[in-house]
């Protein structure tokens, strides 16, 4: 056996055991039959394909239909979050304190995260004016970039925005990546909307409300509760509102966005955490400790959801031989 049908069939385990057995083989010698020839490795859409496939059949087979669209919705409200707060973050850096008052600043900016806040918001233009399959390539630039800026601030030795600005974007981005690439107009153009609102909206604030530094601005946690509620509302609102109509993708949106909206919420469970008043900061180590609870407890739920989901929609067999056993 070649190494490159090897490495297919590893990643074919990412399939349901039935379809490997049916559909394996065909489907590992239709990738080598388009491979290049002296190729070694499968290609990385190759397997991004067949990774995607493997969940697509997974999911199929556990009987969790609306769990696919699911993903789209909770993407959708994750990436109309992460652009509006990419807007209202990039007015904050275009206003670095004035020089004397010994504020960090990058040029004429307050921190690195201009570089990031300018990634999303060109993944919130992809949106609107590029084909589907590069809204997800730069939805995942922006993610890379607001990840990069921890270490390239401990590089550079400049400032950055603090990590509890940095994780909920990172949450929401990850989560926007399940966007589909076909969709109507009206979605496509909707991020950009929301990075639009999002800039004209922190214009408007007062100077000494949003200005200088992440850490010493005023509105800075309150926007970030403020959008945990906002998401978690809408979430809620989604998940009854289809519920309703036997249309159950809002649960599962709901279930995919609780480690966002925990990443939103983070300074105040931290602080909750730390056993600090409201008005103080929690420290480094319980901001971390609850980042860390809030990224297992979230994917925890969804992963019981889809077990017990699994479970009820596996159809009874009696057991033959229970008869003999009375």
């Known amino acids: 056996m070649i190494d490159l049908e090897r490495r297919y069939l590893w990643l074919l385990l990412a399939y349901p055991a039935e379809y490997r057995r049916s559909r394996g083989a065909e489907i590992v010698g239709t990738y080598l039959d388009l491979a290049a020839p002296g190729r070694r490795w499968p290609a990385p859409a190759d397997a991004a394909d067949l990774l995607r496939g493997g969940l697509r059949q997974r999911v199929r087979a556990a009987g969790v239909i609306h769990l696919v669209p699911g993903v789209r919705l909770a993407a959708a409200v994750a990436l109309f979050t992460a652009t509006i707060l990419a807007g209202m973050w990039t007015v904050l850096e275009l206003r670095p304190a004035p020089p004397g008052f010994g504020e960090p600043s990058v040029g004429p900016f307050v921190s690195l995260g201009i570089v990031a806040w300018a990634g999303w918001l060109l993944a919130a233009a992809a949106q609107a004016l590029t084909p589907g399959r590069w809204h ?98 809408a979430a809620v609102l989604l998940a009854v509102g289809l519920a309703l109509r036997g249309d159950h993708r809002g649960g599962w949106a709901l279930l995919i966005l609780l480690t966002p909206v925990g990443l939103l919420a983070l300074q105040p469970l931290a602080g909750a955490a730390d056993g600090m008043p409201a008005a103080f900061a929690p420290d480094w180590t319980a901001l971390a400790a609850t980042a860390a609870v809030v990224g297992l407890v979230g994917p925890a739920l969804l992963s019981v959801a889809l077990a017990v989901r699994a479970r009820l929609a596996r159809p009874w067999t009696p057991d033959p031989t229970w008869n003999t056993h009375r």
Not at 149 to 177: C, E, K, N, S, Y
Not at 217 to 229: C, I
Request: glycine share 6%.
């Open 136 to 233: 997800r390539r730069a939805v995942a630039l922006a993610v890379l970039l607001t990840v990069a800026l921890v270490p390239a601030a401990a590089l550079t030795d400049l400032a950055r925005p603090p990590l509890f600005v940095l994780l909920p974007q990172v949450g929401l981005g990850l989560v926007a990546l399940g966007a589909s690439r076909e969709r109507p107009v009206s979605l496509r153009v909707t991020p950009l909307v929301a990075a639009v609102a999002g800039l004209a909206a922190a214009a408007r604030l007062a100077p000494e409300l949003f200005a200088w530094t992440y850490r010493g601005v005023t509105a800075a946690p309150a926007l970030l509760n403020a959008a945990a509620v906002a998401v978690l509302a």
